[in-house]
């Protein structure tokens, strides 16, 4: 966790999708010894525009700033409700656009921390550049929400190849950065 909180403060925006927002109700700050450059903007995906005052992130948007990337389709009243609450709300035609609205609205970097779906989808769109993967000793079965869902099938001649750049332990955790391309000078 100490590490989390050391990534979170390299970033312009940490993110999370929508259910994880509900489910998990995350404060996506930095906390504990590190101290950021600027506090990270908390950056919800949430299509629907579900995410309400009961949640941490709406309910303390005033004072830590909070950006929820809805759909077109979200309910009007959904997204006026959020942005009552001190929430600015985005909506692009699609998941791309909306990265392009948050770079152009100041966001240069995005930690995406949660969602599998979320996740899965940042992936099948070509939209990651840099992946870590804290991996726990821990198995939660079939049951529990996989990392990386719906990633389509593909043989390995043509599966996508990632470059690590990092693997070291975190406690009883394992880091491992992978990069889509290398990030070396002369790459």
């Known amino acids: 966790r100490e590490y989390v909180h050391w990534l979170r403060a390299g970033f312009d925006a940490i ?3 929508g ?4 489910m998990d109700n995350p404060q996506l700050t930095v906390r ?4 950021p450059r600027r506090p990270p903007v908390r950056i919800v995906f949430d299509r629907r525009a579900m995410l309400n005052p009961g ?3 709406v309910s303390t948007a005033r004072q830590v700033p909070t950006w929820v990337v809805a759909s077109l389709e979200a309910p009007v009243s959904s997204v006026t409700a959020l942005e009552q609450n001190g ?11 909306g990265l392009r ?3 152009e609205a100041g966001i240069q970097s995005l930690l995406c921390e949660g969602g599998g779906a979320l996740g899965m989808r940042l992936l099948a769109d070509g939209l990651v550049d840099r992946l870590y993967w804290v991996q726990a000793p821990v198995w939660l079965g079939e049951g529990a929400v996989p990392a990386f869902p719906g990633v389509p099938d593909a043989p390995l001649p043509a599966a996508p190849r990632w470059t690590p750049v ?22």
């Open 32 to 35: 504990g010894p590190v101290i």
């Open 55 to 57: 949640v941490t992130l």
């Open 166 to 187: 990092e693997r070291r332990a975190l406690g009883l955790d394992t880091l491992l950065v992978l990069d889509k391309q290398p990030c070396l000078p002369g790459s």
């Open 101 to 103: 609205l948050l770079r």
């Open 19 to 22: 259910t994880t927002a509900l």
């Open 15 to 17: 993110g999370v999708g």
């Open 87 to 97: 929430v600015r709300v985005f909506r692009p035609e699609s998941l791309a656009a």
